[in-house]
T-cell receptor, first 112, second 113 residues
Framework: QKEVEQNSGPLSVPEGAIASLNCTYS??????FFWYRQYSGKSPELIMFIYSNGDKEDGRFTAQLNKASQYVSLLIRDSQPSDSATYLC????????????FGTGTKLQVIP | DGGITQSPKYLFRKEGQNVTLSCEQN?????MYWYRQDPGQGLRLIYYSQIVNDFQKGDIAEGYSVSREKKESFPLTVTSAQKNPTAFYLC????????????FGEGSWLTVV
């Protein structure tokens, strides 16, 4: 069973701080990794994807990938109350068909 | 605007009824998916389709059926065999041209009454 694991949280950070969200995956054949944000009662929206080892930055968000450790993270700088949501990590497994598996999500609370 | 349209947004089902959730996309994406999300839980794959007239079972296909007669459309039928259908249903699509990134519709809430 290919798995993506996340700490369910909640992760609480003060406004303006850096929020660090982590994700591990079981299949070394995973090619690409995605971070989604999901507000309560809404559908997930893509924040960013990463497929190469290292860091990828987009505005206040930085995704980090370490394939040797099978570890993906998302850093949110200058966290805002509007960032309070559940963050889903997903991994694309290849081989036979392209399948994306989602973690159960980490709930982030940004405290004003 | 390009996107994925799900309807209806809210649906109530009586015991023993089949209901169909609509999903239409105008993104010209090849692959389409149906996920189920229970409150406070992650996404679970019901069915997916990579090309027209072909679809595969996901992790929780029992009690559900789909069709893919057109590239743009991937309706999901929740049959009476699905004993606990109350959930949030998400349709999604992807294409290799976008790195197989999955994009979601706004979702449909199904409640059994």
């Amino acid at each position: 069973q290919k798995e993506v694991e996340q700490n369910s949280g909640p992760l609480s950070v003060p406004e303006g701080a850096i929020a660090s969200l982590n994700c591990t995956y079981s299949d070394r054949g995973s090619q690409s990794f995605f971070w989604y944000r999901q507000y309560s009662g809404k559908s997930p929206e893509l924040i960013m994807f990463i497929y190469s080892n290292g860091d990828k930055e987009d505005g206040r968000f930085t995704a980090q990938l370490n394939k040797a450790s099978q570890y993906v993270s998302l850093l949110i700088r200058d966290s805002q109350p509007s960032d309070s949501a559940t963050y889903l990590c997903a991994a694309l497994f290849s081989g036979g068909y392209q399948k994306v598996t989602f973690g159960t999500g980490t709930k982030l609370q940004v405290i004003p | 605007d390009g996107g994925i349209t799900q309807s209806p947004k809210y649906l109530f089902r009586k015991e023993g009824q089949n209901v169909t959730l609509s999903c239409e996309q105008n993104l010209n994406h090849d692959a389409m998916y149906w996920y189920r999300q229970d409150p406070g839980q992650g996404l679970r794959l019901i069915y997916y389709s990579q090309i027209v007239n072909d679809f595969q079972k996901g992790d929780i296909a029992e009690g559900y059926s789909v069709s893919r007669e057109k590239k743009e459309s991937f309706p999901l039928t929740v049959t009476s065999a699905q004993k606990n259908p109350t959930a949030f249903y998400l349709c999604a699509s992807s294409t290799p041209g976008s790195g197989n990134t999955i994009y979601f519709g706004e979702g449909s809430w199904l409640t059994v009454v």
